[in-house]
């Protein structure tokens, strides 16, 4: 070989050894209420997500992919610790006048990658504390930029109920840069966190890096910058949709300009299901049974996209169960990163994602819970059979939302026996069918009893053995205690 193609060839392999040896970057895009009907891919009307439909093309849609918890708080608890967030003593949606929140002894998925050695940074809506001791520069981020919580929430809550938005703060690195994020402001947000998310990766595009991306949109009150204002079919809500969508663009954008592609899983998904009772502006379950804050397949089952290229099929649709308390311990996989020092929930469930012929999920079952640690029902392992056990839960009860930013009143709705639904032949939860299964009822109680031994449940007075404490405030009292006059 000539000296000169022998240096070039030894260039080249020096390049796809790097390439193999890299540590994929991880970019987990999580919006807030989003429908399971939400998406181009999964259905939308009336506009297009065809950035976000990019990711199925390119890489596989999960049409069975569901979080922890059908609410704001407790889904990120999930998703970032890998601990269904009652294990945490995270429940619910904390609001300004919390003085809890995660605590400095659960690991995020940040740290895990930190570990690694890697670049971490957030933009968006944080909802796991907002006092000084929970900020995401506490957990594992190198910097932070967003909301400390959704953006409905203000200290004097009456004050909003009366139309007024006073004091919502935006966050740099744990410290308000602005006491007042305003209406006239808000519209702004999603290009904000997007600019935050493109900066990032150009300024680490040189070494491994996690970047979450946590929009506040399409969360009530909807805002939508003038780039997408009147642009779709369907309202402000559409609008609001596709800004979102091209937010996603200018990501991929990103990574495909440092030519990062090939090194990079993409997830984008949401928090939970929803938000029925605001009618047009909120999203759309589509086949699936109620919405946000509730157990039922359109409150927990949210659309999934994942991308990395050569390592997860394009093209294909999985419908293998998968929660979002497996995403930390199956990354972690990935990069070689041990595992967080206690216990978690979540297991590695890559062969499903990669789709590996013949893959399980390793889960024995899911279990589902609800307010304050309120178990509403349990899910088999593949995703099959759901036992939906008696508990009281909202509905519109077939009503309409409500119009323009006012929502519907809910009505209480009481399942008085355990009911079983087969969710690979019903999905959108019709029919009971646990006379003619006995003995999947049987095996879903007896898998109930083990999450209420471990984690317990209010409904049935259990405490879990395995529960934790969130962090407090010092001299803040537990929750559901008062301090002593």
């Known amino acids: 070989m000539r000296p000169a193609l022998a240096a070039?060839?030894?260039f080249l392999l020096g390049v796809a050894v790097c390439a193999a040896d890299r540590l994929p970057n991880v970019v987990i895009i999580f919006t807030d209420d989003q429908g399971y009907g939400d998406l181009g891919t999964f259905g939308a009307k009336g506009y297009t997500t065809p950035n976000i439909d990019s990711l199925a093309r390119d890489g596989t849609k999960f049409t069975?992919?569901?979080v922890a918890q059908a609410v704001c708080s407790a889904s990120r608890a999930a998703l970032l610790t890998g601990c269904y967030s009652n294990r945490i003593g995270i429940h619910g949606a904390l609001g300004p006048n919390s003085n809890h929140g995660i605590n400095d002894a659960e690991t995020?998925?940040?740290?895990?990658?930190?570990?690694?050695?890697?670049?971490?940074?957030?933009?968006?809506?944080?909802?796991?504390?907002?006092?000084?001791?929970?900020?995401?520069?506490?957990?594992?981020f190198d910097e932070s930029f967003g909301l400390p919580y959704s953006n409905d929430m203000w200290p004097h809550h009456p004050e909003a109920k009366a139309g007024t938005y006073p004091k919502l703060p935006l966050w740099e690195n744990g410290k308000a840069i602005d006491a007042d994020i305003t209406p006239a402001k808000q519209p702004?947000?999603?290009?904000?966190?997007?600019?935050?998310?493109?900066?990032?990766?150009?300024?680490?595009?040189e070494r491994p890096f996690f970047f979450y991306l946590a929009h506040s949109m399409p969360h009530v009150p909807l805002f939508v910058s003038d780039k997408f204002k009147g642009k779709s079919q369907q309202g402000l809500y559409g609008d609001v949709i596709m800004e979102i969508d091209w937010s996603v663009g200018e990501v991929l954008k990103a990574l495909a300009k440092h030519g990062l592609d090939r090194d990079t899983l993409v997830i984008f998904t949401t928090d939970n299901g929803p938000w029925l009772s605001y009618g047009n502006h909120a999203g759309s379950a589509g086949p699936l049974r109620e919405?946000?804050?509730?157990?039922?397949?359109?409150?927990t089952r949210v659309p999934a996209l994942m991308r990395w290229p050569g390592r997860i099929p394009a093209g294909r649709v999985s419908s293998d169960f998968i929660m979002t308390i497996d995403l930390l311990p199956t990354i972690a996989g990935r990069v070689g990163a041990q595992l967080p020092a206690l216990p978690i929930d979540g297991r590695d469930v890559w062969p499903l994602l990669a789709g590996q012929p013949g893959a399980k999920n390793p889960h024995e079952g899911y279990g589902f819970w609800y307010?304050?640690?309120?178990?509403?029902?349990?899910?088999?392992g593949d995703g099959r059979w759901k036992l939906v056990?008696?508990?009281?839960?909202?509905?519109?009860?077939?009503?309409p939302g409500g119009q323009d930013g006012i929502p519907s009143k809910y009505e209480d709705a009481t399942l008085a026996a355990p009911a079983l639904f087969d969710l690979r032949n019903d999905i959108g939860e019709s029919k009971d069918v646990a006379t003619a299964h006995p003995e999947q009822v049987k095996r879903l109680l007896a898998f109930a009893e083990q999450c209420r031994d471990e984690l317990g449940d209010s409904l049935t007075k259990r405490t879990g053995k395995g529960s934790r404490e969130p962090?407090?405030?010092?001299?803040?009292?537990?929750?559901?205690?008062k301090k002593k006059a």
């Open 64 to 66: 069975h992919f569901h």
């Open 8 to 10: 070039i060839f030894s």
């Open 389 to 399: 056990l008696p508990h009281t839960y909202r509905t519109l009860a077939g009503r």
């Open 371 to 380: 307010a304050q640690n309120e178990l509403r029902a349990i899910v088999s």
């Open 188 to 205: 702004n947000l999603t290009t904000w966190y997007t600019e935050r998310a493109v900066s990032f990766i150009e300024r680490n595009k």
């Open 108 to 140: 995020t998925l940040a740290e895990v990658l930190k570990s690694r050695g890697y670049a971490t940074g957030m933009a968006g809506k944080w909802h796991l504390g907002h006092r000084d001791r929970f900020v995401p520069n506490r957990h594992g």
């Open 471 to 481: 962090g407090r405030v010092e001299g803040a009292p537990a929750a559901g205690k």
């Open 291 to 299: 919405g946000k804050g509730t157990a039922w397949e359109g409150g």
